[in-house]
C-alpha cells in the first residue's frame, strides 16, 4: 500500500503548510471555502499541464512550449465554435488533436533530428505563440451565447467557488498516478529516463515510449487551454505565457528530477496547489503581482533542497 506521502513528496507538502500559514497569519480569509475553491480552480488549469510535464520529465524529456499549445489549442477550440460553426464537441476533439500534433511534431524532432528536447520546444514555444497570435490578430476571443460544453469543462461550479475543471483534474491526476506506479508502462517510463541503454536492453521500446509521453503532454496543455476557455468564456492568444515555467516548478517542487528517472504525479499535483496558493494569497493580501515569481522561486529552491536533505538523512540512515 502507498504511503500517504513518500519522501520526495515532503517537500512540498512542507512548502504547501509553511505557504497556508503565512498567507493565514496575514488574512484570516483564506481558509475559508470561497478561498480555497478559488485555490483549486486556478490549480486545476496549471495542474493538469503539469501532470504532462511530470509524465515527459520523468521520461528524460521537457516541453518548453506547453503554455503556447494551451493558448493555441483554446483559441482553435473558440473560434471553430464562434466563427466556423462548428458542433461545440466536433471542435474539443480537434483542439484536442491540435494539441497532440503539436506534442508529437516536438517529439518527431527530439527524437528523430536528435535535437535536445530544450531546444526543440523552446523553438516550439516561440513559433506556435505566433501561430496563435496570427490567426487571432492578436485579440482575443469571447463566447457569449451558453454552451453547455464549456459549461461542462470549466464554466460549472462544484462546490462553493471552486469550479467542474478541479474534478477533471482529479480525475486525470488519479488515473496518471495508477499508470506511473501500477502498470507496466509506469516502469517503462522510469526505466526510459533513468537509464535508458539499461532499459532499451531489456526490449523496452523506449523512443516510443518518448514519443508518447509528448503526445501526451501535449493533449493535456491543449486540455487545460479548453479548461480555461469554459471557465472564462474567453482565451487570448497572450494566456499561458508564463506557463511553462510554472509548470516545470509546479513538477520540480513535487520532487520531480529534471534529469528524468524520478518523479511523481501527486507531488506535481502538490506544486500546482502551491502555486495557486501563492497567486491567491498575494491578491487577497494586496501584494503586487510581480512578486508571485520571487515567492515562486524561493519555494522551488527551498523544497528542492529539503528533498536533497531528506535523501542524505534516509541514505545515512541506511
Request: hydrophobic share 55%; glycine share 12%.
Amino acid at each position: 500500500m502507498r504511503p500517504l506521502l513518500n519522501r520526495r513528496e515532503v517537500g512540498v507538502a512542507v512548502a504547501l503548510v509553511l505557504v497556508f500559514i503565512v498567507f493565514f497569519s496575514m488574512k484570516r480569509e483564506f481558509l475559508n471555502a470561497g478561498t480555497l475553491g478559488d485555490i483549486v480552480t486556478v490549480a486545476a488549469e496549471l495542474g493538469v499541464v503539469a501532470i504532462g510535464v511530470s509524465f515527459l520529465m520523468i521520461a528524460g524529456e521537457m516541453d518548453l512550449s506547453v503554455g503556447s499549445n494551451f493558448a493555441l489549442s483554446g483559441m482553435v477550440l473558440a473560434m471553430l465554435i464562434t466563427k466556423s460553426g462548428w458542433n461545440p464537441w466536433a471542435a474539443l476533439l480537434a483542439a484536442l488533436a491540435c494539441g497532440a500534433g503539436i506534442g508529437a511534431v516536438n517529439g518527431l524532432v527530439t527524437l528523430y533530428a536528435r535535437i535536445p528536447s530544450f531546444i526543440t520546444t523552446l523553438g516550439a514555444m516561440m513559433f506556435w505563440r505566433g501561430i496563435a497570435l496570427y490567426l487571432s490578430q492578436g485579440w482575443p476571443i469571447s463566447i457569449f451565447e451558453d454552451v453547455p460544453l464549456l459549461r461542462l469543462l470549466g464554466g460549472a461550479r462544484v462546490l462553493s467557488t471552486a469550479h467542474i475543471s478541479a474534478v477533471w483534474w482529479f480525475v486525470i491526476g488519479l488515473v496518471f498516478c495508477l499508470v506511473l506506479e501500477k502498470t507496466a508502462y509506469g516502469n517503462w517510463v522510469f526505466a526510459t529516463g533513468g537509464k535508458r541503454a539499461a532499459a532499451r536492453a531489456l526490449g523496452v521500446a523506449d523512443t516510443k515510449v518518448k514519443m508518447t509521453n509528448f503526445i501526451i503532454t501535449g493533449v493535456l496543455a491543449a486540455l487545460s487551454g479548453c479548461l480555461q476557455l469554459g471557465r472564462m468564456g474567453s482565451m487570448s492568444p497572450v494566456w499561458g505565457q508564463e506557463l511553462s515555467l510554472e509548470a516545470i516548478a509546479a513538477a520540480v517542487v513535487g520532487g520531480n528530477s529534471l534529469s528524468g528517472g524520478i518523479g511523481t504525479i501527486f507531488g506535481a499535483m502538490l506544486g500546482a496547489v502551491t502555486m495557486a496558493s501563492i497567486r491567491i494569497g498575494l491578491v487577497m493580501v494586496g501584494a503586487p503581482s510581480y512578486w508571485y515569481m520571487s515567492f515562486v522561486g524561493f519555494i522551488v529552491v527551498a523544497a528542492v533542497a529539503l528533498n536533497v536533505k531528506l535523501g542524505e538523512v534516509i541514505s545515512w540512515r541506511k
